[in-house]
């Protein structure tokens, strides 16, 4: 295969410590990569860079790892913008809209999803995703939530079954048979489809589920050889961080409301559980933001994502995302830049994405600046696209 080199980098960022600088960006100036059958073969200084078959300069920019987004909701149909309006306007979410989507997505036919699907990944992007999680949850019968994840399999491995999301309407008062449909045959129809599964464990809402009925639902995940996830902690202090620490999930989603006890398990499972804040939901809700930077002190492992969903976060901007974090979780550039990266590889379990090692996934983003600094700095400028090679 032919050999590309990229030349005229201003900024390398490679999360990998001493490629570059010693910072955990690994920073390198004045820099080249060369790209080999998807991967990368190597980097270092353009005044070394050396001779390849295929050359192209990007003329001063700077390039960092593709962003990893470890937690969407993309397999969609319909629209909730009149529900965005009326949060806007002082009414709580408490996860009762998702019942909408539900409807319109059971509506929408395979070629109408796939076609909603391609343009949010092209988005995605567009804005410098490489690596982009999705999950089910808005099918929340046998028949739709399989299908939803055969489509967003067609898309990205990372796919998470999310049948436990809500509780469906017609299962309000059966809530013991729901949990046994999701663990059972639901879980049975999906899985082929599925590297994880996911469960909104939030005992502030009638619509989603307890901690008890969050554990049948993961035990038999893994059982079923599908790697674990949590929402937790998102509309109040709960039990989600403590089962998934317990469980030893990838990742706790939200965390928006964490007790001492939690930011202390968290921090002894930072080597298992990653703690993955999503700050378009507070954005989009006017909730508090969680203290990223009290969760960095203690020694937790932090991951930025989208939750990208019609709801409570529709944006596909990572360095949105991003510019959130460092404004209103008081994470310095670097380390929202490095959770929004390897953050989110590591949330993913994946040791080749998210850096730019010698071996990596050829995932780059180029950005029309010549640092990383200018993700947070130009909050809202188009900057930022992943580079197809």
């Known amino acids: 295969m032919t050999a590309t080199l990229l030349t005229g980098i201003a900024e390398l960022v490679t999360n990998q410590p001493g490629l570059g600088d010693q910072s955990p960006l690994g920073l390198l100036s004045d820099a080249a990569v060369v790209v080999q059958d ?27 790892p593709g962003f990893v987004d470890s937690h969407s909701h993309l397999v969609f149909a319909g629209d ?31 070629g109408e999803l796939r076609r909603l699907l391609a343009i949010r990944i092209a988005e995605l992007r567009a804005q410098g995703t490489t690596t982009v999680e999705v999950k089910s949850g808005y099918g929340l019968t046998v028949e739709h939530e399989a299908r939803c994840l055969r489509l967003a399999r067609e898309f990205t491995d990372e796919t998470t079954f999310l049948g436990a999301h809500v509780l469906p309407a017609d299962f309000a008062r059966r809530r013991e048979e729901y ?30 589920f307890r901690a008890d009925e969050a ?83 203690a020694g937790v492992l932090v991951a930025l994502a989208t939750d990208c969903n019609p709801g409570t976060s529709y944006s596909t901007s990572m360095p949105f995302v991003l510019a959130l ?12 830049l490095w959770a929004a990266t390897g953050g989110g590889a590591t949330a993913l379990r994946s040791n080749d994405i ?23 700095y130009r909050p809202g400028v188009p900057i930022a696209r992943a580079l197809d090679l």
């Open 80 to 110: 909730r913008s009149a529900e965005f309006a009326a949060r806007m306007a002082g009414k709580a979410y408490d996860g009762g809209g998702i019942s909408t989507t539900v409807r319109a997505t059971r509506a929408a036919g395979d």
């Open 325 to 336: 974090a460092v404004r209103e979780m008081h994470l310095t550039p670097a380390e929202a």
């Open 215 to 297: 554990r049948v639902v993961l035990e038999a995940g893994r059982a079923s050889g599908l790697g674990l996830r949590v929402h937790g902690n998102q509309l109040g202090p709960g039990p989600g961080v403590q089962l998934a620490v317990e469980l030893g999930a990838a990742s706790v989603d939200h965390c928006t409301y964490l007790s001492e006890q939690d930011v202390d398990a968290l921090s002894a499972a930072r080597d298992t559980t990653v703690a993955t804040l999503l700050p378009g939901v507070e954005f989009s809700t006017r909730s508090p933001y969680p203290d990223g930077r009290a969760l960095l002190d």
């Open 354 to 376: 998210g850096h730019l090692g010698v071996g990596a996934q050829a995932d780059l983003t180029v950005l029309d600046a010549p640092s990383y600094l200018h993700l947070a």
């Open 179 to 208: 949990v046994e449909l999701v663990a059972g045959p639901m879980l049975a129809a999906c899985a082929p489809y599925a590297r994880w599964v996911d469960v909104f464990c939030e005992p502030h809402s009638d619509h989603a």
């Open 38 to 64: 998807g991967r990368v073969a190597w980097v270092g200084p353009r005044t070394a860079e050396p001779d390849c078959d295929d050359r192209r300069d990007l003329g001063g920019r700077a390039v960092v």
